[in-house]
């Protein structure tokens, strides 16, 4: 079975912090994703990565970055918290670029509270 | 820019019966990803169903079928002999074709199942 690990499931910042979210995949998987869970809005992505070390903007990447140094784990950095960026952070990853290969397996989200 | 519509919020189903969840999404591409994604109360999201747009035949998974009508943009999930553990929020959601294919999700639509 494919297993993304995301590393807290709750968090409680202050605003102003720097905060890392990590995800880390056991299976050997070429993209991941990060997305962001919100009442009346859906997933939204924020960053994804398709290798080691690239990075692609989602639709909503103000106010985050992200690193990729190694193939298992992405992670997402927000590099001063804020309020509005109280959300479920969800992780995802696929194994590349067919039908088969384009299921995203998700993490089980990380609820981040920004106070 | 792609962008996925679920126009039914909330929709309930009486146990045995079947539901149609509605998903219409935008795109100038001719080959992408179409899937339905399932996020049942505090677990993981995971997959329900998938279609290659390029295939004209309506994919199928046990008692859940899509019809996806590629003209009119239209990817709809159809839930036969509904359980109780079929109440989850389900996600439409689009991916482009190619490793850095962007990745867009629909609102959500709850789906409550009635004893």
């Known amino acids: 079975d494919v297993k993304v690990t995301q590393s807290s499931r709750y968090l409680v910042k202050r605003t102003g912090e720097k905060v890392f979210l990590e995800c880390v995949q056991d299976?050997?998987?070429?993209?991941m994703f990060w997305y962001r869970q919100d009442p009346g809005l859906g997933l939204r992505l924020i960053y994804f990565?398709?290798?080691?070390?690239?990075?692609e903007k989602g639709d909503i990447p103000e106010g985050y970055s992200v690193s990729r140094e190694k193939k298992e784990r992405f992670s997402l950095i927000l590099e001063s918290a804020s309020t509005n960026q109280t959300s479920m952070y969800l992780c995802?990853?696929?194994?590349?670029?067919?039908?088969?290969?384009?299921?995203?397996?998700f993490g089980a989200g990380t609820r981040l509270s920004v106070l | 820019a792609q962008t996925v519509t679920q126009s039914q919020p909330e929709m309930s189903v009486q146990e045995a019966e079947t539901v149609t969840l509605s998903c219409t999404y935008d795109?100038?591409?001719?080959?992408?990803?179409l899937f339905w994604y399932k996020q049942p109360p505090s677990r993981q999201m995971i997959l329900v169903i998938r279609?290659?747009?390029?295939?004209?035949q309506n994919a199928t998974e046990n008692r859940f079928s899509v019809n996806f009508q590629k003209a009119a943009k239209s990817f709809s999930l159809k839930i036969s002999d509904s359980q109780l553990g079929d109440a989850a929020m389900y996600f439409c959601?689009?991916?482009?074709?190619?490793?850095?294919?962007?990745?867009?999700f629909g609102d959500g639509t709850t789906l409550t199942v009635k004893p």
């Open positions: 995802a990853s696929s194994l590349g670029d067919s039908l088969a290969k384009n299921i995203q397996y």
């Open positions: 299976m050997d998987h070429e993209n």
């Open positions: 990565s398709y290798d080691v070390k690239m990075k």
């Open positions: 795109t100038s591409e001719s080959d992408y990803y």
């Open positions: 279609q290659e747009a390029y295939k004209q």
């Open positions: 959601a689009y991916r482009s074709k190619g490793n850095a294919g962007k990745s867009t």
